[in-house]
């Protein structure tokens, strides 16, 4: 709900950062005179003329709310609303000059904004301001540091969304007259079909943005009102980052460097779509990658090119499968196989006795959790008796924002956040508490906000991670019947760490917050750790 503060006033700052400006719609807040202009940590500042208009409550509360955060509502001047609409026109100033271009040229042709613009065309005057505005909205992706953009089209206009930290926000809204144009300019850059609206379609590019070289994986997507279009950004000048960076620390990082240093065996990376599987696996081959051994990938789709690594994609619609894609794989001569999911008993099978002729085979799975890895490959098919001898390490990840640590402030933590962290560290391994050093009181770092993280008080993402290694132990749960209570108990006699525990270090290390972590492990877990 907002916390509503009608009698407090606010004075809108010169510049107010665009990550919090496209928080809010530039429609919504003309319509209902408010403006965003402060974010700090999941609390919102949004300044209204008038903070006593009900249905503008509603409609903030309403956009608010699908992002997670809380609002403050402070009373703001009629002169400084408008100073803050003037704010943003600075987001879409090249994309409305490139608009106007558009129309008069569209003129000159004898053309209507209603009929579609021919974007196969070479450069002319209806061409040139379409490629200013997918070039404008493509560079602030990248500046605005996004995973994703989104074009989308409804029935009436076009919405351009940015995904900051996990987070999908609206940057601007396009006249409908031009979405076709804009689609088919992506579509020459993907070197996608043009004349194919039916089917979704998959491509990427490649583009300097001053001094960086970013790919574009590119997906189109039919709906109702027209093609929708996703492209996720890839930074290639920040390189394969390595497991350390990522979050992989302790006695995780050294149990999964021992996996990756066997002479064969499965290495799986488990979590949900989007929990940067991918990035785990591409850094484990940084570490393989070397001159005498040769790696070959399946992937669906290759997302970061690695040099010297033999990546390829498969094509299930001319019926290149994992499957059949391993089996062809295994002529390769290859000393480490990745297979970018496990799908299906075909893979998972082809997966296991690949791992079991002396190969070191990475790949993914959508489990919730760690141990639940095994059950899983025993539902798709595969014979429990295979799966010790084969399977050397399961890794579970989710990820979680960064506080930014130029400006990350330490607090004593609240008596709730108290109680989390100190039932969350008794339940810890023993070798874990033992170099475990917590100040008392306890003290957790909180986001502010400042100009190197727009504002917001985060800044990039991290992994919280739980790893269970294959042990003689383990081995007997498999073969005498699996159940989870046998590999709770297993994973806690290996000293496993969970995701929340995890995150709890980072959290006392001031890498990430408390409620970013609750938010990302859900709040029912953080319940269930307490009450253990």
Known sequence: MPDNNQNQTAAIPEKISPDVLILIPEDSARFYKMAPFDLLGKVLQVGMVDPTDVKAQEALNFLVSQLGLIVKILKISETDWQRAMEQYKGIKQEVSQALEELERGLTKEKLTLGEEVDAGKKETEIDAPIIRVVTTIIKNGVEFRASDIHIEPSFEKVRIRYRIDGVLATALTLPLSVHQAVISRVKILSNLRIDERRVPQDGRFRSRLGDKEVDFRVSTFPTAAGEKVALRILDTSQGVRTLPDLGVMGRNLETMKEAIHKPFGLIFITGPTGSGKSTTIYSIL???????????????????????????????????????????????????????????????????????????????????????????????????????????????????????????????APERAKEIITNAIASMPEGIKKDLKVKDPIKIYEPQGCPQCNDKGTRGRIAVFEILAMTSELSQIIASGVSEDKLVAEAKRQNMITMFQDGILKVLDGIIGLEELIHVVSVEDVEAKIKK
Not at 398 to 412: I, M, N, Q, S
Request: some cysteine.
């Open 286 to 412: 940084k570490i393989l990658n070397t001159d005498g051994v040769n790696i070959v990938t399946l992937e669906d789709p290759v997302e970061y090119y690695i040099e010297w690594v033999n990546q390829s994609q498969i094509r299930p619609e001319i019926g290149y499968t994992f499957g059949s894609g391993l089996r062809q794989i295994l002529r390769q001569d290859p000393n480490v196989i990745v297979v970018g999911e496990v799908r299906d008993n075909e893979t998972a099978t082809l997966s296991i006795h690949a791992a079991l002729t002396g190969h070191i085979v990475l790949s993914t799975l959508h489990t919730n959790n760690a141990i639940g890895a095994i059950p899983r490959l025993i539902d798709m098919g595969v014979e429990p008796f295979l799966i010790p001898s084969s399977l050397n390490l399961v890794a579970a990840q989710r990820l979680v924002k960064k506080l930014c640590p130029d400006c990350r402030k330490e607090v004593a």
